[in-house]
């Protein structure tokens, strides 16, 4: 079974400029989410997605952030202007059903750096 | 604000030794305790968890110790080897709340010849 896809891994980029990441879930996963990773930190929720509904988006900065999830399969979550404190790694995550605790499958990840 | 908090940042360990990675939560609510280890370039993964009926979870090498009334849970790792190598977060859960993963800082592990 083919894990949870993230693309790219890795991206510079200069602040002020936009960014844009890439998730597919492992198939069948009705529930999706994104987290930052600070260095030296664990993970932090930045969205969650139950099919094609944002169902918590209470941490996400609605300013510089957006996400979609169309169909309710990939996903993308752009960040415009970004800036220097964005640096990170952006995770995405999934589970198969809704509702409730479930085991999440997380990707590799994008390290995003802004210089 | 940090709910979960973990201890220690950093731990070295002798291979074979015992590995012991401390967490403590504020919220009553939470309900499941997991732990999840992570490798460099990787993303977490689910190693073991628990719920707060019962005081003590294995599988393998891994065990949970779960002190309810104290509002701290610990991972041990028996017969540590080089491959437990990794950063583990320790992480809680509220199934009627926000349904929302709360993970501690992390500890990094490093399992010595």
């Known amino acids: 079974e083919a894990g949870v896809v993230q693309s790219p891994r890795y991206k510079i980029i200069e602040k002020k400029q936009p960014v844009a990441f890439w998730c597919n879930p492992i198939?069948?996963?009705?529930?999706l989410y994104w987290y930052r990773q600070n260095l030296g930190q664990g993970p932090e929720l930045l969205i969650r997605?139950?099919?094609?509904?944002?169902?918590?988006d209470s941490q996400l900065p609605k300013d510089r952030f957006s996400a979609e999830r169309l169909k309710g399969v990939d996903s993308t979550l752009k960040i415009q202007p970004a800036e220097l404190g964005d640096s990170a790694v952006y995770l995405c995550?999934?589970?198969?059903?809704?509702?409730?605790?479930?085991?999440?499958?997380f990707g590799p990840g994008t390290r995003l750096l802004v210089l | 604000q940090q709910q979960v908090k973990q201890s220690p940042q950093s731990l070295i360990v002798q291979k074979g030794g015992i590995s012991i990675i401390n967490c403590a939560y504020e919220?009553?609510?939470?309900?499941?305790f997991p732990w999840y280890q992570q490798f460099p370039g990787k993303g977490p993964a689910l190693l073991i968890a628990?719920?707060?009926?019962?005081s003590e979870k294995k599988e393998g090498r891994f065990t949970i110790s779960f002190n309810k009334s104290a509002k701290q849970f610990s991972l041990h790792i028996m017969d540590s080897q080089p491959g437990d190598s990794a950063t583990y977060f320790c992480?809680?859960?509220?199934?009627?709340?926000?349904?929302?993963?709360?993970f501690g800082t992390g500890t990094r592990l490093t399992i010595i010849p």
């Open positions: 992480a809680s859960y509220n199934d009627f709340g926000n349904e929302k993963l709360t």
């Open positions: 198939s069948g996963h009705n529930t």
């Open positions: 919220n009553t609510a939470f309900d499941y």
């Open positions: 995550a999934s589970s198969p059903r809704t509702g409730g605790v479930e085991t999440q499958y």
């Open positions: 997605y139950e099919n094609e509904e944002a169902v918590d």
């Open positions: 628990i719920r707060p009926d019962v």
